[in-house]
């Protein structure tokens, strides 16, 4: 029942900004977290960042300083801001939510993917 929509992702240059936006919807109480996660081809998946219901934000030590994750817990929505884009951050990026708490089930979900792409 709960789906998760993933916009913001495209291809911009070195030095560059993007702003990703994950919306859940559905029937839903809570969400505990909520977060950030990414894949380059031939690596497995990594945090990037997270941040709880309490606004206790994790990033991983690569984007740091640079990325920048908030949330509207209003509307089961979170953000991602990452500035200063490297050809490294090139991945497809998940957004996922934790713990989500629905009329049925207390489990988490996965977005589709947005695809960034940073030219070298």
Same mark, same amino acid.
Request: proline content about 3%.
């Given at each position: ?60 030590? +690569?984007? !740091?300083?640079?990325? #920048? ?8 929505? =979170?953000?991602?801001? /990452? %500035? +200063?884009? !490297?050809?490294?951050? #090139? ?8 713990? =989500?708490?629905?009329? /049925? %089930? ?15």
């Amino acid at each position: 029942q709960v789906q998760l929509v993933e916009s913001g992702g495209g291809l911009v240059q070195p030095g560059g900004s993007l702003r990703l936006s994950c919306a859940a919807s559905g029937i839903i109480f809570s969400i505990y977290a909520m977060g950030w996660y990414r894949q380059a081809p031939g690596k497995q998946r990594e945090l990037v960042a997270t941040i709880s219901s309490g606004g206790t934000t994790n990033y991983v030590d +690569s984007v !740091k300083g640079r990325f #920048t994750i908030s949330r509207d817990h209003a509307r089961n929505t =979170v953000y991602l801001q /990452m %500035n +200063s884009l !490297k050809p490294e951050d #090139t991945a497809v990026y998940y957004c996922k939510a934790d713990r =989500v708490l629905t009329p /049925m %089930n207390n489990r988490d979900y996965w977005g589709q993917g947005t695809q960034v792409t940073v030219s070298s």
